[in-house]
């Protein structure tokens, strides 16, 4: 073999080493997935939105709750039988209002029960997620956030609320048509938001309470970045635990591991689930 051939040789090596790396943390997350799994007698989902640096200049991309997310763990939810429980685990910035609400309702449908797991943040869509489930699990220092609509003006994004009160502080005739009819579209993003919210939270506080509740995270109250802690949340009524299980640590560590990889799917889980009488097989969404 030439040196021509040897130097081809190590450059196919070396280009296999970033795949190679990538197969071996995906084998280790579905490994720690299914010791999770056995120990909690529950199918895991894994919601993951990290912010990546990808290209020579280590530009970061931010990621976030997406149709493909909501389809990939729909998919995980049918499949998963009604007496089996689920845990999903999330840590997200939020995402699209569509895909969040498509996740909340299938994780309330489901009819064994759901807990969602938080070991650092899920703000916005994300709390919409948790607020679906059956149990809400964070570290003690881990934050959800308000989950008030936002809409696009003029190629930036408002808190609904913020556009009501203007037209609110305004006569109508200083106002211009742009802002009116994003004023009308504020209104019924709020009372939309708000009644979602106020069915996720019904059968868990009372009626009059689960109201207040809803109307406090979907209308302005806060901003949309403010972190509510685990005593915020308490105070409002809000059922959570912060036993956390160590191995959700430990799974989230081996997100961390990968850095530079837009090809990891943000939802991740197991397929095929046998019970945890039995195996369960490799795979991802």
């Given at each position: ?27 280790a997350r579905y490994s720690k997935i299914r010791e999770i799994e056995r120990k909690r007698g529950s199918r895991v989902i894994t919601l ?91 570290n003690p220092d881990a934050v959800l956030g308000p989950v008030d609509p936002q809409l696009g003006m003029g190629g930036s994004v408002v ?127």
């Amino acid at each position: 073999m030439g040196g021509l051939d040897l130097l081809f040789l190590l450059i196919f090596l070396m280009s296999l080493q970033p795949v190679i790396q990538r197969k071996m943390l995906q084998n280790a997350r579905y490994s720690k997935i299914r010791e999770i799994e056995r120990k909690r007698g529950s199918r895991v989902i894994t919601l993951i939105h990290r912010q990546e640096t990808v290209g020579f200049f280590g530009l970061p991309i931010s990621r976030f709750i997406d149709i493909d997310d909501s389809e990939a763990i729909l998919r995980a939810i049918h499949m998963t039988d009604d007496d089996v429980p689920i845990d999903l685990i999330i840590h997200t910035p939020g995402g699209l209002v569509l895909a969040a609400g498509q996740i909340a309702r299938a994780i309330k449908r489901h009819r064994a029960k759901t807990t969602v797991i938080v070991p650092h943040y899920a703000m916005s869509g994300g709390t919409l997620i948790a607020l679906a489930a059956d149990e809400i699990i964070m570290n003690p220092d881990a934050v959800l956030g308000p989950v008030d609509p936002q809409l696009g003006m003029g190629g930036s994004v408002v808190p609904a609320a913020s556009v009501v009160k203007v037209l609110a502080q305004k006569p109508v005739d200083k106002v211009d048509d742009q802002t009116l009819i994003l004023a009308d579209v504020s209104r019924k993003a709020l009372r939309q938001m708000e009644n979602f919210v106020f069915s996720l939270l019904k059968d868990k506080m009372p009626e009059e309470k689960a109201r207040s509740v809803a109307r406090d995270l979907t209308t302005g109250k806060w901003t949309h970045d403010y972190p509510l802690t685990v005593d915020d949340l308490r105070a409002m009524g809000i059922n959570v635990s912060t036993d956390v299980p160590k191995e959700v640590y430990e799974l989230m560590e081996l997100y961390r591991a990968e850095v530079g990889s837009l090809r990891r799917p943000s939802v991740e889980f197991i397929p095929t689930y046998h019970g945890v009488r039995n195996h369960n097989h490799n795979g991802e969404a």
